[in-house]
């Protein structure tokens, strides 16, 4: 199906988008090795350059109580057990960009495994695809040769909708995209990433419900811009200090209701409040320093039967 690059080429409003089933799982990674033992990201390293300190038992008690606030809230968590020397793991979005089933005629859930833009994180894919495979999935890797794609990093599914917002620039490429477009039949809509901070779309860019995003405007260029004012019937801005320094369009909701997000977002969570949403805040401070939050802590999916 089409690729979308600006808003002139829009042939297709929001509320026709094929209605896809919320999802009711999460995989989740251990986080034994999490820490920054490199820089692929500006927030990895502090204001000397040096590479920031993780506390790895402060670490692992957020990710729990993380996994314990998506489990009370109904989602089934799946887990990705640990691997060596790949401290990134614990950001299971980025491996595979799932294709929901209900998409295809033989209900058969696939996934495009991806491929990582730094060499550091890309053991972590047959890893990662190694528990989806298990879990019922069809591989379909990328056939063009040279495309970096990196998962639910950069592909956003609308809430409950067959669209993918699709992040290019930092780390996922165009042409990937438009290999996606030529074989599933969904909608891609794709948005330029501009800021250094804000390097994959999942921090740029939040689905929260079948007609809202939350979104930070100067993550974007001007036809990103355009194209999310113009589809998203309520696109809600982010407080641009908490989105740049907290990651608060790094927020999930499975629902369309609740709101995971980092607890330092007090002024984006409180704009959620007024829109509506029930707002659940989280610790994540240990993963910040790494350039990540609740949404690319866990890979949302399902259903799967
Ligand atoms: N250190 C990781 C990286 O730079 C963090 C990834 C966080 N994931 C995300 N989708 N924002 O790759």
Request: charged content about 25%; proline content about 8%; some cysteine.
């Amino acid at each position: 199906m089409p690729l979308y690059q600006s808003v002139d080429e829009l042939d297709f409003r929001f509320e026709d988008l094929q209605p896809l089933p919320l999802p009711d799982r999460v995989l989740m990674a251990d986080p034994r090795d999490f820490e920054c033992a490199y820089a692929i990201n500006p927030h990895m390293v502090d204001e000397r350059g040096e590479l920031k300190r993780v506390d790895r038992e402060l670490a692992r008690r957020q990710w729990s109580a993380l996994r314990d606030a998506f489990e009370a809230s109904g989602l089934r968590v799946d887990l990705v057990p640990p691997l060596d020397r790949h401290p990134d793991l614990v950001f299971c979005a980025n491996p595979a960009l799932p294709m929901p089933r209900a998409l295809f005629a033989d209900g058969r859930p696939r996934l495009v495994p991806s491929r990582m833009a730094h060499p550091e994180r890309r053991g972590e894919v047959e890893h990662v695809v190694a528990t989806l495979r298990a879990l019922g999935y069809a591989i379909e890797p990328l056939r063009g040769a040279s495309q970096r794609l990196e998962g639910m990093g950069d592909g956003i599914w609308q809430l409950g909708r067959a669209l993918l917002w699709a992040g290019v620039g930092p780390r996922s490429d165009l042409a990937a995209w438009q290999e996606l477009a030529e074989r599933y039949p969904m909608r891609i809509v794709t948005l330029s990433l501009v800021d250094p901070a804000l390097y994959h779309l999942d921090t740029a860019l939040a689905s929260l419900a079948p007609d809202a995003c939350l979104w930070w405007p100067g993550a974007f260029d001007a036809r990103g811009r355009a194209l999310i004012e113009k589809l998203v019937p309520r696109a809600i801005a982010a407080d641009a200090d908490e989105a740049r320094r907290f990651l608060a369009c790094n927020a999930f909701s499975a629902d369309g209701k609740r709101v995971f997000i980092e607890r330092r977002c007090t002024r984006t969570s409180a704009t959620l409040r007024d829109a509506g949403f029930e707002v659940i805040p989280l610790d994540t401070s240990e993963f910040l320093k790494s350039g990540g939050s609740v949404f690319c802590m866990k890979l949302a999916h399902g259903p799967l039967a």
